[in-house]
T-cell receptor
Framework: AQSVTQPDIHITVSEGASLELRCNYSYGATPYLFWYVQSPGQGLQLLLKYFSGDTLVQGIKGFEAEFKRSQSSFNLRKPSVHWSDAAEYFCAVGADSWGKLQFGAGTQVVVTP | DAGITQSPRHKVTETGTPVTLRCHQTENHRYMYWYRQDPGHGLRLIHYSYGVKDTDKGEVSDGYSVSRSKTEDFLLTLESATSSQTSVYFC???????????FGPGTRLLVL
């Protein structure tokens, strides 16, 4: 069965420290891969996406993600977090012509001073 | 901003009553989607549409119906609301050029 797993439900990180959020997927072929961010009480904002080509993709707000086919992973990273990065982050995968997305359960990021 | 609005933004209703949520877009996108968001589940697809009068079921469609009589509007109806349908509902459009979905602000629904 197709699935998207975000192993970490909750991550606490100090301001200025690096952040890495994990995403693993199980699909038959290489799907489209996305990271979205949701601030409290808000909708979802696209951070970045991967379709093909360079496996390291750059997004907004200083985020990047690396696609690793051998590990079926698409991990999100930021070298130095800011207090405003506190939010919930969702990995999403799409693999059909209808554009339907399957989401991971999300990772809540807390940033401490 | 993908020009997506949802109404109402908040609603409280009672079990057994019908509820309709509206998603409106201004950019003539063909594909539209309804998701629900619940803690521990991320977002799950309810229904989607690939054109006027063309809709199909998603992962969690039981208890929901949709209609799309105009390109710009995609309606989600709970025929008889239940407490298990308390959730935050998000509408999305798919930009075919970018193969990317953009989301509306959400509707918070509480079924008592």
């Amino acid at each position: 069965a197709q699935s998207v797993t975000q192993p970490d439900i909750h991550i606490t990180v100090s301001e200025g420290a690096s952040l890495e959020l994990r995403c693993n997927y199980s699909y038959g072929a290489t799907p489209y891969l996305f990271w979205y961010v949701q601030s409290p009480g808000q909708g979802l904002q696209l951070l970045l996406k991967y379709f093909s080509g360079d496996t390291l993709v750059q997004g907004i707000k200083g985020f990047e993600a690396e696609f690793k086919r051998s590990q079926s992973s698409f991990n999100l990273r930021k070298p130095s977090v800011h207090w405003s990065d506190a939010a919930e982050y969702f990995c999403a995968v799409g693999a059909d012509s209808w554009g339907k997305l399957q989401f991971g359960a999300g990772t809540q990021v807390v940033v401490t001073p | 901003d993908a020009g997506i609005t949802q109404s109402p933004r908040h609603k409280v209703t009672e079990t057994g009553t019908p509820v309709t949520l509206r998603c409106h877009q201004t950019e003539n996108h063909r594909y539209m989607y309804w998701y629900r968001q619940d803690p521990g589940h991320g977002l799950r697809l309810i229904h989607y549409s690939y054109g006027v009068k063309d809709t199909d079921k998603g992962e969690v469609s039981d208890g929901y119906s949709v209609s799309r009589s105009k390109t710009e509007d995609f309606l989600l109806t709970l025929e008889s609301a239940t407490s298990s349908q308390t959730s935050v509902y998000f509408c999305a459009i798919r930009d075919r050029g970018q193969e990317t979905q953009y989301f509306g602000p959400g509707t918070r629904l509480l079924v008592l």
